[in-house]
């Protein structure tokens, strides 16, 4: 199977990268079930990196029917050790306008009904995840959108991403809280990805594309569907051409990150006890451990 170091996950609106050649479509069997689609392998500017639309190709998947795990264990069965995961969101700060980028460095889960850990039956673990963006990866994604010239979008580096449930959207007393919180950001993915990252000892960044404001600002009401589709498609546009800046300089340049080794500490269960099933299920993930 091919491996690549650098993966891609596209969130709304991105769901293809159209610089990518010499293209081969992989489906990859993960013991968690099949990934929301097949993964997209290819060129970019000699570099080889693997493509996931997370929703599907088509967006048939809500965001409580993501396969996470499935989705992280294909690229972690690739070979990548970088993720960086393109994501539309609403803005909870006046500040961070309609069609700018958002690099945050914290999550706070508002999920109930999502599994975000690979282990359980009869191996535990525990990660460290205070913080739960790689900085090193953010660092070279906020490099690579300060390098660019993208008309109408202010880089926001650092803030906290709201990982909401869904599918629908927050009420003006949720989106209200949340900015109390000083949160920056919402949307619906990036916590279970960012937390099975982790695990998978997967260094994780996320790029946050502002289509418009949460319910709370004054003005949310005359948004309508053809403004936030047109967002979306200029994000994606712009998505992509700092995508393809970050995957350059990771290639030419790939930095170190505390995420390559978040399992040294992590595992409680004594492997050798564990059981057999369980060691097979997660070997991809162990094997520098066992």
């Not at 009401?221 to 994000?235: A, F």
């Not at 290639?251 to 390559?260: F, I, K, L, V, Y």
């Amino acid at each position: 199977m091919t491996a690549v170091k650098i993966g891609i996950i596209g969130g709304s609106g991105l769901y293809k990268m159209d610089a990518l050649t010499d293209i081969e479509e992989i489906v990859v069997d993960t013991p968690f079930g099949k990934p929301s689609d097949a993964l997209i392998v290819g060129t970019l500017d000699g570099t080889r990196v693997a493509f996931l639309a997370r929703h599907g190709r088509n967006h048939t998947y809500l965001p409580s029917e993501l396969p996470f795990r499935a989705n992280i264990y294909a690229m972690k069965r690739l070979g990548v050790e970088y993720l960086i995961s393109a994501s539309a969101v609403g803005s909870l700060k006046a500040e961070a306008k309609p069609l700018d980028m958002v690099v945050p460095d914290q999550f706070i889960d508002r999920t109930k009904n999502r599994i975000s850990t690979f282990f359980g039956e009869g191996i535990v673990a525990h990660i460290a995840f205070g913080d739960p963006v790689c900085k090193n990866l953010a660092a070279v994604l906020e490099e690579a959108i300060a390098s660019l010239d993208l008309p109408d979008v202010t880089l926001h580096r650092g803030g906290t991403y709201v990982c909401m449930e869904g599918p629908a959207f927050s009420t003006k007393a949720e989106s209200n809280l949340y900015r109390s919180w000083d949160a920056t950001i919402i949307g619906m993915t990036n916590l279970p990805e960012a937390k099975l990252a982790r695990e998978a000892e997967i260094a994780y960044a996320t790029l946050a594309l502002v289509t418009d404001y949460d319910c709370w600002h004054p003005d949310h009401d005359n948004v309508t569907v053809e403004m936030v589709i047109g967002n979306l498609q200029k994000n994606a546009v712009n998505a992509q051409r700092v995508i393809r800046e970050t995957v350059r300089r990771l290639s030419q340049n790939p930095p170190p990150s505390e995420a390559h080794s978040a399992l040294k500490y992590a595992i409680l269960t004594p492997l050798a006890h564990a059981p057999t099933a369980t060691k097979e299920k997660l070997s991809l993930l162990l094997q520098k451990y066992l």
